[in-house]
């Protein structure tokens, strides 16, 4: 491969609390001391350990190379990037730049949209297992959540329940919808016929739609990123759209996430909801790393890393169902997480999901309470990592924790 996808970075003392969180007194304190001999293996936050593109360094060390950082105005640049990288990657046509506007970050456009949507109280649907961020959005901003729960047919696949859906939207009157494609946690890529149907049912009942794409880029196999707003004229025009390259490129240290509107009035609502904080403001740094990150070079690393983290992913997959009975794992499609269904193991062992997580921390595999994300039983796992160091954390699952 051309980019480095092997090295084991250092990360402590480096602004990462995937790893410095792990070795602090109040980690420990809450979940117990390591044994003696075994490291850290970050598998919880959602950030990679693996450096980002050398595109991005560059242009952000061509920008650091001139002493001055005042006041500027974004650079056509920064839009031209945005709509060839939406071109090239996801087929997106006729996006002009004043389709596009900067985010702070996906969920702050996400509780901007609701605002406009939405009158406090109000109930909004989403599916679960329910990405932690979206909960907390809607709670803080005092919005009540109505849960439509995602379905595995006979071959483990999530699927989405429309007439659940349906249902619950007529049931409590609702009128916004937040939509995670690909989905988190639980790795779906939606294919253009399940979005048309679920598109559908929210242009039936005059549902607003707001999608959390952020996880666009990172397909893996063969699965590819459909837009929600591609797939009818109407979804374009009801759709609010987040994207970011912070996953991407591992970039979420940085600040900068955007979204893409086609609707007048959204956009124009959007904008002054946003302007009311006087915060929403693009950094310059921010700007030139995702310029070098959407030009072909960024291109190039992002499609060795998906190459990366199949391989990953297919090899997790495989080692859990060979070897932890109990455990229940759809195969994601896309994102480099994975959503473990460990009711049956539990229940033969005894144990709480809390037990079982302090017990793989304890032997360095520091994973994430699954349970977080509105379903029973579950642990969410991290496999943007160095492939030994994956290969190592299922070892120490293999001998310390589901087959000790």
């Not at 117990?32 to 242009?59: K, L």
């Not at 253009?192 to 990172?218: G, N, P």
């Not at 809390?354 to 994973?367: A, C, S, T």
Request: proline share 3%; with cysteine.
């Amino acid at each position: 491969m051309k980019y480095d996808f092997t090295t084991l970075y250092d990360r402590r003392g480096r602004d990462a609390i995937a790893v410095d969180l792990p070795y602090s007194g109040h980690f420990i304190e809450e979940h117990g001391p390591r044994e003696e001999g075994f490291d850290v293996i970050p598998m919880w936050v959602a950030d990679m350990n693996f450096a980002t593109a050398p595109s991005i360094t560059e242009a952000m060390r061509a920008r650091l190379e001139h002493p001055l950082f005042g006041y500027f105005s974004t650079r056509d640049e920064y839009y031209d990037a945005i709509i060839g990288w939406q071109q090239a990657r996801n087929g997106v046509t006729g996006l002009t730049k004043e389709h596009i506007a900067y985010e702070n970050g996906v969920l702050g456009g996400v509780a901007s949209a609701l605002r406009v949507l939405c009158s406090r109280g109000d109930k909004v649907l989403v599916h679960s297992p329910t990405y932690v961020g979206f909960t907390g959005v809607l709670e803080n901003n005092g919005y009540e959540i109505v849960h439509s729960p995602l379905v595995r047919d006979e071959s483990g696949i999530w699927r989405m329940d429309y007439g659940d859906m349906e249902r619950k939207i007529t049931e409590n009157h609702i009128h916004t919808a937040i939509f995670c494609s690909p989905h988190n946690p639980c790795g779906r890529v939606w294919d253009r016929e399940e979005i048309e149907r679920a598109m559908d049912v929210y242009r039936r009942h005059d549902v607003f739609v707001i999608s959390d794409e952020i996880w666009s880029d990172l397909t893996l196999a063969d699965h590819r990123h459909i837009p929600t707003q591609s797939v009818s004229e109407d979804a374009k025009m009801r759709t609010a759209a987040f994207y970011a390259p912070s996953k991407t490129f591992s970039l979420a240290g940085l600040i900068g996430s955007y979204r893409i509107v086609y609707s007048d009035w959204l956009r124009d609502r959007l904008n002054k909801e946003e302007s009311l904080s006087h915060y929403n403001s693009l950094n310059v740094l921010s700007m030139h790393a995702l310029i070098g990150a959407y030009g072909k070079e960024g291109q190039e690393w992002l499609d060795e890393l998906k190459a990366v983290l199949t391989v990953n992913v297919d090899y997790a997959c495989g080692y859990i169902a060979e070897h932890f009975g109990g455990v229940r794992v759809s195969k994601p499609e896309g994102t480099y997480m994975l959503y473990l269904d460990c009711a049956e193991w539990l229940g033969e062992h005894g144990m709480t999901t809390r037990e079982l997580l302090d017990l793989g921390f304890k032997y360095g595999v520091i994973w994430q309470d699954g349970e977080a994300f509105q379903w029973p039983c579950t642990i969410r796992m991290n496999l943007a990592l160095p492939f030994d160091r994956v290969k190592e954390a299922f070892d120490r699952l293999d001998r310390y924790v589901f087959n000790a």
